[in-house]
């Protein structure tokens, strides 16, 4: 990876007042921790540290720190950038200070090159690990880690232990953990319909069941209760009517 060089003073003042005061001037506070030293706050133009950001080939960003008044360089990792929620402006930066002769561990993202054979064939392409871990000197940090996966048929998968790091690069993560496969869509597809009836139907079911049942008993008992004492009061009066003038004329 390559190192951009640039430059930062020391920081004196602390605080939310100093803070918001560089800001103002165009100035980023950061500040520079080690394993070797101790931390160290800085300025850093925010044009400057902008155009090293946007300069990286990866996420990682080695830097080459040039200290005002200090002969002295230190390589460092941009570690961590924070921006303001609202206007995206810079607002801090942290640095994580390297040696050059020993190996330290970050991670590296993953780039996938080549169509894969199962996306011709209707298949989809996805990426289960986005960054690996890696242990490396700075000299041998690659900006990106490459992953040919144009021999992935439907239902094929690269694992960790099948990517090839670069030279002086370690992968830490476990090996049998895939990073790339190839899915089928319709297999997907056709289950989502299937899963969203079974859970629908036995609602319509319940709800009509339970209408029913409480309809049919409440107009069967209403029924019953009206039906049979009018129907005994009206033939008890007709049959007394009916039966008095007949025993009249017989007599």
């Known amino acids: 990876m390559e190192q951009v060089a640039l430059k930062v003073e020391e920081r004196k003042g602390a605080g939310r007042g100093p803070a918001k005061r560089l800001r103002s001037g165009g100035l980023v506070p950061g500040i520079v921790y080690g394993a070797h030293a101790k931390p160290v706050s800085v300025q850093v133009k925010s044009t400057e540290l902008t ?7 990866g996420e ?27 206007t995206g402006r810079l607002v801090h930066v942290d640095f994580h200070e390297l040696k050059a002769d020993e190996k330290f561990v970050t991670t590296v993202t993953v780039a996938a090159v080549g169509e894969a054979a199962g996306v011709k064939n209707g298949g989809v ?7 690996l871990r890696v242990r490396c000197l700075p000299k041998d940090l690659p900006a990106k880690i490459t992953l040919d996966v144009s021999p992935l048929e439907i239902g094929n998968s690269i694992h960790v232990s099948e990517v090839k790091a670069p030279a002086g690069v370690e992968l830490l993560d476990r090996k049998d953990l895939p990073v790339a496969l190839v899915l089928s869509p319709a297999v997907e597809e056709e289950a989502a319909p299937a899963a969203e009836g079974a859970a629908a139907e036995p609602e319509v079911i319940k709800e009509k069941k339970a209408e029913g049942e409480e309809a049919a008993p409440a107009e069967g008992a209403k029924g019953k209760a009206e039906a049979k004492p009018a129907a005994g009061k009206a033939e008890g009066k007709e049959g007394k009517a009916e039966a008095k003038p007949e025993a009249k004329k017989g007599k």
């Open 51 to 57: 155009k090293a950001l946007h300069g990286a080939a």
């Open 60 to 86: 990682n960003v080695l830097v080459e720190l040039e200290v005002s008044g200090t002969a002295a360089k230190r390589l460092a990792l941009v570690r961590e950038v924070q921006h303001d929620a609202m």
């Open 125 to 131: 392409l996805e990426l289960a690990m986005h960054q």
